[in-house]
């Protein structure tokens, strides 16, 4: 047990003060522990947990992707083009389409990053300015509200009706979700490849020479997030009930901001799906509470920027700016 | 020490094919359009360019000592706002010279303490850069809007005009600004103690606390004088827009990376000068005025700005390969 205390220290620790979160909201709110809300918070942040796990993949790989939000919204404008050429479609095609054009967009990313050798963050930067350049320019920011019905029809996964006659449901979006974290789960803990991923992020050169293929660490990691991130544009359509161009702009730096916060390293070789999730709903269940206290939504990101540089500051984490530190740190 | 390596050491290696790059892309320009190689073009690139230079100055120290700072932009807004609130005290347009004074001061101010508040935490906690800069970028854009409840703050003093758009020996003042911060920074980052501190830190930031560099104060100092550029810009910028909101700007933040990147800053820190940075910002400014002039909107220049970013990582590609291979035939 101390074992596990040290090795998934941020997990312990956010996942307590989650919990304390929780609770203090269930005594001062008496919305806040409600069917109603929870469905709410979940239908609310599946898009973000899809992308977040996506994200993780390349974290653990040691590499950081700035691209996926705008190639989510590139997939999405790809896709209803497709559709509008199949003449409809429907989920499988529409799944397998998203996926597709992710993982394409991803494999763009994974060929610069190793094919000339340069860090991620160089490439990714320029996908994610050459993505949202040639995405405006061509469809001149316009919005595309003539959409296939069976994309922007609500499917319900749960629906329950309270006593007093509200309804609180889950929609598709929340089951898509489930897939992909247990799906990433699966990858990174569970095959080989997932190990390799571990190694390669902690240290490529040794992970090199013990003979891992780091040109299949890049496309996996890469093609994986980007994957994520067309699952994830193809959801948030459905919830959205439009494709806005420059709607998902910005989005990237705060799933980032909740996945390094559930304890993934900028750098490599660590971080869980679990923190991942905790890191999201870290961010949501704040912005939730807020809401529900009758908080001004003003003061909302202002809070939620503080409790993290204060989560930061408390949790004394410790990153590993170098190869000494982490050797350190993997030899206890 | 051949006159070639004097000079890379002096301006950096990236400079010439850098100005390459720059003759090429005003080449093209001339011959396509007529209305590039005109003084009113180059006046406007001149008037345009400061913010992101400014901006991009700020990126440059905490890149170099191998982080990055995620809250420039919001820096420079909530900077502005200290500006605008100490005009607005003193009687908006009615304020005076003082008010202005004492506004940028404040301004200063508060992007350095936002800047230090930053390098203390990555210093004395050794969070990661990006994380730390990312809180703070959501904390200081959820304060700004807080103030601002989303609105323009506009109403500034007539003379706040010439910062913005004045020139003086018909050099645009903004750019005369960023000129002058430039140079300093050049003199910063090659010629004082902390300048070499921050190449010592990025290079190896172990190492520099073993050799007795006082890292975790040069760390707080780099973010503080991150902060306090920001802050000049945010100055700038509400002179050039003549108002003030929260979130101005806000498509420049990878842009001022992506300048670095293209200018040959290292990514991991340690390598790279003020120079070369110059001149990419140049490149960016000509691609993206003179696609402007062809009749293409703002979108496809970032788009090519991405782009030609990827062509010079494979061209720089190209070079190595290149240079590994002449070394191993002689």
């Given amino acids: 047990m101390p074992n596990v205390f040290q090795k998934h220290s941020v997990e312990m620790r956010l996942s307590l003060v989650l919990l304390l979160i929780v609770v203090g909201l269930s005594i001062k709110t008496d919305t806040f522990m409600t069917l109603g809300n929870i469905t709410s918070l979940l239908n609310n942040n599946a898009v973000n947990l899809i992308w977040a796990v996506g994200l993780l993949v390349v974290l653990v790989a040691g590499g950081i992707d700035i691209s996926f939000a705008v190639a989510a919204s590139v997939v999405q404008y790809l896709s209803a083009q497709v559709f509008v050429g199949l003449g409809g479609g429907n989920w499988v095609v529409g799944f397998i389409v998203a996926a597709g054009f992710g993982v394409g967009l991803g494999l763009i990313n994974a060929l610069l990053i190793h094919g000339f050798q340069v860090i991620s963050i160089v490439i990714t930067i320029a996908t994610f300015n050459a993505f949202f350049g040639l995405l405006m320019f061509f469809t001149k920011g316009r919005n595309i509200y003539n959409l296939p019905d069976w994309w922007t029809d609500r499917i319900f996964i749960f629906e329950r009706q309270a006593t007093d006659g509200t309804w609180s449901e889950l929609n598709l979006s929340v089951a898509v979700m489930i897939a992909c974290v247990l799906a990433t789960w699966a990858l990174i803990r569970l095959t080989t490849l997932g190990r390799q991923l571990y190694a390669f992020g902690d240290n490529p050169e040794g992970a090199r020479r013990a003979g891992v293929n780091i040109w299949q660490m890049q496309i996996v990691a890469f093609c994986w997030c980007g994957m994520m991130a067309g699952i994830g544009g193809l959801m948030q359509v459905n919830i959205a009930q439009e494709v806005v161009p420059n709607a998902l702009y910005g989005r990237e730096l705060d799933v980032l901001a909740a996945v390094v916060l559930g304890g993934a390293r900028l750098g490599g070789g660590r971080g869980t799906v679990v923190g991942c999730i905790l890191g999201v709903m870290f961010v949501a269940i704040t912005q939730n509470g807020l809401n529900l206290l009758g908080i001004s939504p003003f003061a909302f990101q202002m809070i939620i920027g503080a409790t993290i540089l204060f989560a930061i500051s408390s949790s004394n984490l410790k990153f590993g700016r170098s190869g000494k530190a982490r050797l350190k740190e993997s030899a206890t | ?330």
């Fill in chain 2, 1 to 330: 020490m051949s006159l070639r390596d004097r000079t890379n050491a002096a301006i950096g290696a990236e400079t010439l094919p850098l100005l390459t790059f720059l003759c090429v892309v005003f080449l093209v320009f001339s011959l396509v359009t007529p209305l590039f190689l005109t003084g009113a073009n180059f006046g406007s690139m001149a008037f345009q360019m400061p913010v992101l230079g400014l901006l991009t100055l700020a990126m440059l120290g905490p890149i170099l000592s191998g982080g990055l700072n995620l809250a420039i932009i919001y820096q420079a807004n909530i900077s502005g706002l200290a500006l605008a609130w100490v005009l607005i005290e003193f009687g908006g347009s009615e304020a005076g010279i003082g008010a202005f004074l004492l506004g940028s001061a404040l301004a200063v101010l508060t992007g350095a303490a936002s800047g230090a508040l930053m390098g203390a935490v990555v210093a004395y906690f050794g969070a990661h850069p990006i994380l730390v800069s990312l809180a703070m970028m959501i904390f200081l854009r959820g304060l700004g809007e807080f103030l601002t409840r989303g609105s323009d703050i506009s109403g500034f003093p007539d003379y706040m005009n010439v910062l913005g758009h004045g020139s003086f020996v018909s050099i645009p003042v903004p750019m005369i600004i960023f000129i002058l911060a430039a140079i300093l920074w050049h003199i910063m980052l090659k010629r004082s103690r902390h300048g070499f501190s921050v190449y010592m830190i990025g290079s190896n930031i172990e190492a520099a606390e073993y050799s007795g560099l006082h890292t975790k104060r040069t760390l707080v100092t780099i973010y503080a004088i991150s902060g306090m550029i920001c802050a000049i810009a945010g100055i700038v910028m509400a002179a050039r827009f003549n108002s003030v909101r929260v979130g101005h700007g806000e498509a420049l933040l990878l842009v001022t990376v992506l300048a670095c990147f293209l200018g040959g800053i290292d990514p991991f820190g340690g390598f790279g000068s003020v120079f070369p940075v110059a001149i990419a910002l140049i490149i960016l400014q000509a691609l993206s005025s003179g696609l402007n002039l062809i009749g293409a909107n703002q979108h496809l220049s970032t788009a090519v700005w991405g782009l030609f970013l990827i062509a010079v990582m494979v061209l720089r590609w190209v070079g190595m390969r290149w240079r590994n291979k002449q070394l191993g035939g002689t």
